[in-house]
């Protein structure tokens, strides 16, 4: 590459030695929480990035393309926030599987760490502990201006000199400095010789030991492999206990040194920071938040606000998003529509009622996605999030949730799928699992249609009081049963969940900010990509599946069964679309997907239900409200869309002593069944997506839908 | 310097007498002189909650628990146990 450098601009007051350009690096954005890192990164990349997989853990991997001059290109990894070295949370841990592992495909090349100026001290001690690593490494300084408005004033020169790396002060809001950031990295870094914690003299032996044992570049990071060997993920069993030996010899007690390095790092910094940094206004100036904090964080008001903004939100997934779905399944109705004109055949209904189908079932929830991750990304972004779980905590900390909970728990009223994506923003593994394993119990808008249904069914329309509808009691008893179903899990599974990590809540309160929208832009969008790409495949596979199994029979039963539903016609005398939808049902018991509804006849006689409520339980697993849709074909009713041809068919629906099938005992068990089953196939895709596995997703099914199966059982008995 | 008050007997007595930053009162500072709990005092450490550091109570939420403190010159969130940990110099 023959390209011509830019001089350092005059703001960067670090000469480079030797400045020859590199192939294209791999950077690593490292920093505090809070730092400005993921606004950097996203000025860095732009819409360059993608999502991937850390292994083993839940914590997503965000990588993208930096183009850092015209011809170098440079990949830029986002690691997860993070105070120290020493990881207090699994997703933490990938840090130093990265970092500790030279062998590693994504070991960085250079370090971007990212601090916030008007919070330097905390910053540094991140940045000392990578120093000491001995990895390339640029320093970001970010938010000199809110450092200013404190009255801090940081000599970048000097603390340069102090630091021995270079020191870049960017502005991730706006952009500037980026540039000379680039410009930098383009450049061969050096280490820093500067060395801020030196290893202490009785244990250098045993560190120098595991130094050369493992042929490592540096006593630092030799002294990491002595703290934490039993949480890297690269190391053998052998290498485990080949450290875990020298560890037990020289009486090295893990906990003890941590503290003390800590102590001793903070010392130093803050000798550091006496020659380059200079405050001039001694007290805390977080007024305006403070100020602020008095109304958001009030007894009365704060509570009242928080469940506006959750009123606002809900209504958002619930009512706005309906739009733009109508919209996406219109559209996809008439492309289906469309293809059928063009051409005809079993491929073309594979094509269309399989995939497209499937297709639209995924693209159906990206309205929801968006508009649920806008609230959060804007509540995350000016800092409300935090005063969230300040209010909730104690609650929520009862149940084993955490006050973050809340958020998903009220989204999936509307639909678990985003719900589940949203506990994103809890950090303890243990309060995330819980949420993730308890929001599906929630009730849903798609179990809407079922519960007026069947309440539409049996229970009567009377009404207390003059106003008090007995059927809108009954649905909201449903909600209520739900929501109780899912506090009393997640209070279950604190007690079952067993976890080597401590959960505090000890964090940041950070200051309230203005959004930046490119974020906000920038995390939907990742949302979107990431439920389509990760969790879309699971569902178009289970939905090509179900299609297969309710239009394909064994042998040629489902052409026998067109025959006959045809030849009966003529003495049924019925209109033209109660005929379609007779034949449409014949052909539906014939399939696969009606022998496998009489295959579990005996397993669902206790709960009340025949082989065409089975049908309509494999059928609905695409999602809940096809169960309307599957019960109208089957019980042939042409015009499925409205409720209340629907009910007059249902209650003709005699069994087989001639009584009417859907007796009250019948359609409660149905209802119960609907409220705990995890019937959706989606929310099965996002769990895995967000789990990273099946081993969740499969837990989560067997549970709801025995705890669905129980309580169906019970009210049918207690009914009938 | 001594981090952990190691003896356990000790510990019961001091926990008594000493103030932590659980007893503080809106606006109240203190000097921090110990943390006792040794892992949670890892995480504390890193946040800056150093001993010699001063600290002041800062808001409770509205249900008393959790609280936040000023220390390091930025704003922290504990809980009232996780605050406990934290003594205070007499």
């Known amino acids: 590459m023959s390209e011509v450098l830019a001089p350092a601009p005059a703001s960067v007051p670090y000469s480079i030695s030797g400045s020859t350009p590199r192939k294209a690096a791999k950077i690593a954005l490292i920093g505090n929480p809070n730092s400005g890192k993921s606004s950097l990164f996203n000025h860095l990349t732009g819409l360059n990035q993608k999502v991937g997989n850390f292994p083993g853990v839940t914590v997503d991997k965000k990588t993208g393309v930096s183009q850092l001059t015209p011809n170098l290109k440079a990949q830029v990894i986002d690691l997860p926030g993070t105070y120290s070295l020493y990881p207090k949370s699994l997703d933490e841990k990938v840090i130093i599987d990265l970092l500790h592992d030279k062998k590693s495909s994504s070991y960085p090349d250079v370090l971007i760490i990212t601090a916030d100026a008007s919070n330097l001290k905390r910053n540094l001690l991140l940045f000392t502990q990578l120093a000491d690593l001995k990895i390339p490494a640029v320093l970001a300084l970010n938010m000199m201006d809110v450092a200013e408005k404190h009255g801090i004033k940081i000599d970048v020169a000097e603390l340069q000199q102090a630091l021995g790396v270079p020191v870049i002060p960017v502005n991730a809001r706006t952009g500037s400095g980026l540039a000379a950031l680039k410009i930098l990295l383009s450049q061969e870094l050096e280490v820093s010789e500067t060395t801020f914690f030196p290893i202490p003299e009785n244990l250098l032996v045993m560190v120098r030991q595991i130094r050369y044992y493992f042929e490592l570049s540096n006593d630092y990071l030799a002294w990491h492999y002595a703290h934490q060997y039993h949480k890297l993920s690269f190391l053998s069993e052998d290498d485990k206990a080949y450290i875990g030996e020298l560890v037990k010899k020289y009486d090295f007690h893990s906990n003890a040194q941590q503290a003390s390095e800590t102590v001793d790092r903070y010392t130093r910094i803050n000798g550091l920071l006496l020659d380059a940094m200079r405050v001039t206004k001694a007290e805390n100036n977080e007024q305006f938040s403070n100020k602020l904090d008095q109304i958001l964080t009030h007894k009365i008001f704060g509570y009242l606000i928080f469940f506006g903004v959750l009123f606002m939100m809900f209504q958002a997934i619930f009512a706005w998003a309906a739009y733009p779905m109508d919209l996406i399944d219109q559209g996809v109705a008439t492309i289906n529509a469309w293809v059928h004109t063009q051409a005809d055949g079993p491929l073309i209904d594979l094509l269309t009622d399989g995939v497209l189908a499937g297709l639209g079932g995924v693209l159906i929830f990206i309205p929801q996605i968006a508009l649920l991750f806008a609230f959060i990304a804007v509540l995350e972004e000016t800092g409300y999030m935090a005063r969230v779980t300040f209010l909730m905590d104690k609650i929520m900390r009862k149940f084993g949730l955490n006050g973050k909970s809340v958020v998903p728990l009220i989204s999936g009223v509307a639909c678990a799928v985003p719900a589940i994506m949203a506990t994103r923003t809890i950090d303890s593994w243990k309060d995330r699992m819980i949420t993730i394993f308890v929001t599906p119990l929630m009730s849903c808008s798609a179990r809407l249609p079922i519960y007026t249904v069947m309440i539409a069914l049996v229970v009567p329309e009377t009404y207390f009081l003059g106003f008090l509808s007995l059927q809108g009691l009954v649905l909201m008893g449903l909600y209520l049963i739900g929501f109780l179903a899912a506090i009393f899990s997640a209070a279950l599974l604190k007690w079952v969940l067993k976890t080597k990590e401590r959960s505090y809540f000890i964090m940041e309160f950070p200051t309230y900010k203005m959004p930046r929208w490119k974020n906000v832009g920038l995390t939907i969008v990742e949302k979107v990509k990431a439920f389509v790409f990760q969790a879309g495949k699971v569902i178009l596979a289970i939905s090509v599946i179900l299609w297969v199994l309710s239009s394909y029979g064994p042998g040629n039963a489902m052409q026998q069964a067109e025959e006959r539903a045809t030849s009966e016609l003529t003495s049924l005398h019925l209109n033209d679309a109660d005929a379609e939808a007779h034949i449409a049902g014949q052909k539906l018991e014939a399939s696969y997907a009606g022998q496998f509804g009489k295959f579990i006849e005996p397993a669902i006689r206790p709960l009340g239900y025949d082989w065409k409520v089975g049908i309509a339980l494999l059928t609905s697993f695409a999602a809940r409200e096809v169960f309307v849709g599957t019960i109208s074909t089957i019980y042939s009713v042409g015009d499925s869309e409205n409720i209340s041809t629907v009910k007059e068919k249902l209650m003709a629906e005699k069994d087989e002593f001639g009584q009417p099938f859907f007796t009250p005992a019948r359609a409660f068990s149905l209802l119960i069944f609907y409220v705990f089953a995890m019937q959706c196939m989606s929310t099965v895709a996002v769990v895995y997506r967000e789990t990273k596995g099946w081993k969740w997703p499969i837990l989560q099914m067997l549970y709801m839908t025995g705890l669905a199966y129980a309580s169906a059982f019970v009210v049918f008995r207690l009914f009938s | ?90």
């Open chain 2, 1 to 90: 310097m001594q981090l952990f008050i190691k003896s356990l007997n000790k510990k019961r007595k001091v926990q008594q007498e000493q103030k932590s930053v659980r007893d503080l009162k809106i606006g109240e500072k203190g000097v921090i002189c110990c943390l006792t709990d040794p892992e949670m005092s890892l995480k504390l450490l890193e946040m800056g909650c150093i001993p010699g550091e001063e600290v002041k109570l800062n808001s409770r939420a509205p249900l008393g628990d959790p609280i936040t403190i000023i220390v390091n010159d930025y704003t922290l969130s504990l809980r009232l146990d996780e605050a406990a940990t934290i003594k205070l110099k007499a």
